[in-house]
C-alpha cells in the first residue's frame, strides 16, 4: 500500500517533484561586517498558530541594527502550498 500525499490546508495535495534548482552561496563573515551599511528587508514565514511573530521579528531587527545593518521594511506573508501558488501563476 502506498503511502499518503502530504496535503496542503487545502486538502490539495504537494507536488513531490518541484525543484528549485541549485542553491546560491553567499561569502560567509561576521555579521557586523555583511550587515553594516546595508539596507535589510525582513520577511517571516510563520505558523497562524504563532501569535509572537511580532516580537520575533522586533529580535532580529535589533539584531540587524546592532550589527550596523538598517531594517527597510517586514513582511510576514500569509502561508500558502505550492500548489496555490502555481495555482496564482497559471
Known sequence: MDAPQPRCATGTAFSQGWHHGPVR????????SVLAGNTVALV????????QF??????????????GGRVVSRHVPR???DVDVVNLLA
Not at 552561496?25 to 557586523?32: I, K, L
Not at 517571516?44 to 501569535?51: E, H, I, Q, V
Not at 516580537?55 to 550589527?67: C, M, Y
Open 44 to 51: 517571516g514565514l510563520f505558523s497562524a498558530k504563532d501569535k
Open 79 to 81: 502561508r500558502v502550498c
Open 54 to 67: 511580532a516580537a520575533t521579528l522586533d529580535a532580529v531587527a535589533a539584531s540587524v541594527e546592532a550589527h
Open 25 to 32: 552561496q553567499y561569502p560567509v563573515g561576521s555579521p557586523a
